[in-house]
């Protein structure tokens, strides 16, 4: 029987219950809309390409603390957000671990308060803290 922790929707004034991802089913799908695809993100065929090239330059996951792992993840050391490029001189090869903790750390909104995203408020986790969470037992979602 797998256990599911259920907490109130990121989404500022939603009300409804959230059982994956930090939003509730509806939000999450207005979201994904409004968010767009890989390629209307930028991470096209040309970016593939580019990809492959860092992945093979960059084997090794490059993170400062020399982790060792396999890298999976392409990097930018500037991101996009602040002005970053895709030269290859802006990219490295990262573990997933090691690449999700920097997003999370320096361009994830979740440390900045409320945030907007392509309309959408979005609380961060420590917003909540204080509201109780509901315990869901076998859920199939």
Same mark, same amino acid.
């Given at each position: 029987?797998?256990?599911?922790? +259920?907490?109130?929707?990121?989404?500022? !004034?939603?009300?409804?219950?959230?059982?994956? /991802? &930090?939003?509730?089913? !509806?939000?999450?799908?207005? #979201?994904?809309?409004?968010?767009?695809? +890989?390629?209307? /993100? &930028? #991470?096209?065929?040309?970016?593939?390409?580019?990809?492959?090239?860092?992945? %093979?330059?960059?084997?090794?996951?490059?993170?400062?603390?020399?982790?060792? %792992?396999?890298?999976?993840?392409? !990097?930018?050391?500037?991101?996009?957000?602040?002005?970053?490029?895709?030269?290859?001189?802006?990219?490295?090869?990262?573990?997933?671990?090691?690449?999700?903790? *920097?997003? +999370? /750390?320096? !361009?994830?909104?979740?440390?900045? &308060?409320? %945030?907007?995203?392509? &309309?959408?408020?979005?609380?961060?986790?420590?917003?909540? %803290? +204080? *509201?109780?969470?509901?315990?869901? *037992?076998?859920?199939?979602?």
């Amino acid at each position: 029987m797998t256990t599911h922790i +259920a907490s109130p929707c990121h989404t500022t !004034d939603c009300p409804a219950i959230a059982r994956r /991802r &930090g939003r509730c089913i !509806d939000c999450q799908r207005t #979201y994904e809309r409004q968010r767009g695809n +890989a390629i209307q /993100r &930028g #991470y096209g065929p040309a970016w593939q390409r580019l990809r492959k090239l860092i992945l %093979a330059r960059d084997p090794i996951c490059r993170d400062e603390s020399g982790c060792g %792992a396999s890298s999976t993840d392409v !990097d930018h050391i500037t991101s996009r957000r602040r002005g970053g490029t895709d030269d290859p001189s802006n990219l490295r090869g990262l573990c997933h671990s090691h690449h999700s903790s *920097k997003t +999370a /750390r320096e !361009d994830s909104r979740w440390g900045r &308060g409320r %945030a907007n995203i392509n &309309g959408l408020s979005i609380r961060r986790p420590r917003d909540m %803290a +204080a *509201k109780s969470c509901i315990e869901l *037992k076998s859920f199939d979602g």
